[in-house]
C-alpha cells in the first residue's frame, strides 16, 4: 500500500524558514515517481508550487516563490522536502505533497499526502 506522510510545517515570522519534508512508502522498484508539492491558502484555490522528476534532475517552480522555495528529494530515503525561506504572510497555507505513478509508461495513479499547516504572520 503506498502511503505519504508530511512532516514539518508551523507557525513563522515573515522572513523565516521552514522545511518540509514527505516520506513515500509502499512503491515498488520498477515504480516512477514524480513528485510535486502543492498548497491551498484560505479563500483561495488550489495551486502548484514546485514539482521535480523522478531521479531529481528537474525542477520547476510557480513564479511566486522562484527564488525562496527549494524542492530536493533523497530517493535513498524515498523523501522530498520543500525548503522554504524568506517566507512571506501569503505563503500561509495548507501544503501538500503529491505522488504520480507509473509502470513501464503506463500511469497508475495519484496520491497526496495529508496535508500541513504552514503560518507565516507577526
Known amino acids: 500500500q503506498v502511503q505519504l506522510v508530511e512532516s514539518g510545517g508551523g507557525s513563522v515570522q515573515p522572513g523565516g524558514s521552514l522545511r518540509l519534508s514527505c516520506a513515500v512508502s509502499?512503491?515498488?522498484?520498477?515504480?516512477?515517481?514524480?513528485m510535486s508539492w502543492h498548497r491551498h491558502p484560505p479563500g483561495k484555490e488550489r495551486e502548484l508550487v514546485a514539482a521535480?522528476?523522478?531521479?531529481?534532475?528537474?525542477?520547476n517552480y510557480a513564479d511566486s516563490v522562484k527564488g525562496r522555495f527549494t524542492m530536493s528529494r533523497d530517493n535513498a530515503k524515498n523523501t522530498v522536502y520543500l525548503q522554504m525561506n524568506r517566507l512571506k504572510p501569503e505563503d500561509t497555507a495548507v501544503y501538500y505533497c503529491?505522488?504520480?505513478?507509473?509502470?513501464?509508461?503506463?500511469?497508475?495513479?495519484?496520491?497526496w499526502g495529508q496535508g500541513i499547516q504552514v503560518t507565516v504572520s507577526s
Open positions: 503529491k505522488a504520480e505513478l507509473s509502470r513501464i509508461g503506463v500511469r497508475m495513479g495519484d496520491m
Open positions: 509502499g512503491v515498488a522498484s520498477s515504480t516512477t515517481v514524480f
Open positions: 521535480i522528476s523522478s531521479a531529481g534532475g528537474s525542477t
